[in-house]
């Protein structure tokens, strides 16, 4: 018996190998931070926030920017617990804290790591592009003081600085390299290449995080992390963030369901469903549905019904050469055949299965799988009783109406 993947002729491959990550690619969370951005969502309450965090540890996410406690008191209050959590539970996951460059905002952030004994990166951002100085009035003499004070200034804390230039994306090559450099030399160990306004393709992705290894990680002589956090204002979001692994980025950042401002951030769940399909990642994900869905719930933002994995369609049809294909795989006693058949994300390797419905543009055999489902004979006149129903509405047939139809009790 042939396995799918013999099966499938994969053109992804068909010129040479796809993308190469030079190491397992490393995930930063930034759900209870950027994705609390999005104008449309909950600041849910801290039991929720402590549940997303243990999800994100059952995924194994390698950390997670957890807000930014200079905010407000229940800002400092949340993320205080978290960091507990993290340490009274011993997650792996490591924490992080978006900063301003301010002295205000990083000392917040030592507060919490001498009180936890966990230590904390302070993620800390500033413009970089010609646009956002000239709407700030900003120079690049003042970016760089703010830098070096900033970065040494964590240090003086015990914090490790992440440094963070926004808007790297649509910043001059030139500024990006005397930026990074000065925070280098300063001390820092991480640095972030953002693309802020969603602005890149995967082509340009890849041309500024080989610029950034090239002319300033690789002259500095230091072990600097590189890590890519980007937007999807172009719908590029996850193939840019893939990009950038594959150009040498050690570390990208995204958002569940790829919320967060205007159009949202990368969507880590659907960057972890491609890496694991790419080979990159070799990680359980049966529990990526209850991650998505337990931040759809404390946020209030309901996932599309076609969104990929977590999307109730995902994995349902309900049209007749679809879910005869898939019948027909299920006949041969193959799950990973009826998961490919018709699909090219298995929908075993998530926990989840494939699922045939019926409806007006359903076949005989939607309504023969179902029947069989549920244990009920499947015979010609009850098939043709069903099929000739569900023709003649605009909407799939729920299960109690199919049961009604079959003379069950509700």
């Not at 068909?14 to 931070?33: K, Q």
């Not at 003081?145 to 910043?171: F, G, I, N, Q």
């Not at 494939?354 to 069989?372: D, R, T, Y």
């Amino acid at each position: 018996m042939s396995s799918a993947s013999d099966l499938i002729y994969d053109w992804n491959r068909a010129e040479g190998p796809e993308w190469i990550f030079a190491s397992a690619p490393r995930l930063d969370d930034e759900t209870l931070r950027d994705g609390l951005q999005s104008p449309s969502v909950l600041d849910p309450p801290i039991e929720k926030k402590l549940r997303i965090l243990h999800l994100m540890e059952a995924l194994g996410i390698d950390s997670a920017d957890l807000g930014l406690p200079a905010a407000t008191p229940r800002a400092k209050a949340d993320v205080l617990r978290l960091v507990q959590e993290i340490a009274s539970a011993k997650l792996r996951i490591r924490p992080n804290f978006a900063a301003r460059t301010l002295e205000a905002d990083l000392q917040p952030i030592a507060d919490i790591s001498q009180a936890t004994g966990v230590e904390i990166e302070s993620a800390m951002f500033l413009g970089s592009s010609s646009i956002r100085q000239y709407a700030e009035d900003w120079s690049l003499d003042f970016l760089l003081r703010t830098t070096e004070r900033a970065v040494k200034y964590s240090l003086s804390l015990d914090v490790p600085p992440m440094y963070v230039t926004e808007d790297t994306t649509r910043a001059r090559p030139e500024t990006v390299k005397r930026l990074y450099t000065t925070a280098i030399e300063c001390g820092a160990r991480a640095i972030v290449v953002c693309d802020t306004v969603g602005h890149a393709t995967p082509q340009g992705t890849q041309a500024i995080i080989r610029f950034v290894r090239d002319e300033v990680i690789k002259p500095s002589g230091e072990k600097v992390r590189l890590d890519w956090h980007g937007h999807s204002d172009r719908g590029l979001a996850v193939a840019n963030a893939l990009a950038a692994l594959a150009a040498g980025a050690d570390q990208a950042h995204g958002v569940a369901l790829g919320l967060g401002e205007r159009a949202g951030n990368t969507a880590i769940d659907q960057l972890l469903v491609n890496l694991r399909l790419m080979g990159a990642i070799d990680r359980d994900l049966t529990r990526l549905k209850d991650y998505c869905d337990a931040v759809a719930d404390a946020l209030g933002v309901p996932i599309p019904p076609n969104y990929p994995v977590a999307g109730a369609d995902a994995f349902r049809t309900a049209t007749g050469v679809h879910a005869a294909a898939v019948v027909k795989a299920f006949r041969k006693q193959d799950v990973e055949l009826a998961n490919q058949v018709y699909s090219a994300v298995p929908s075993h390797w998530f926990g989840l299965e494939q699922k045939i419905e019926v409806g007006p543009l359903s076949g005989k055999a939607n309504v023969i799988h179902w029947l069989e489902k549920q244990s009920v004979p499947a015979s010609p006149e009850l098939v043709e009783k069903i099929l000739a129903h569900a023709k003649r509405q605009d909407r799939l047939l729920s299960d109690a109406e199919i049961q009604e139809l079959c003379g069950q009790k509700t």
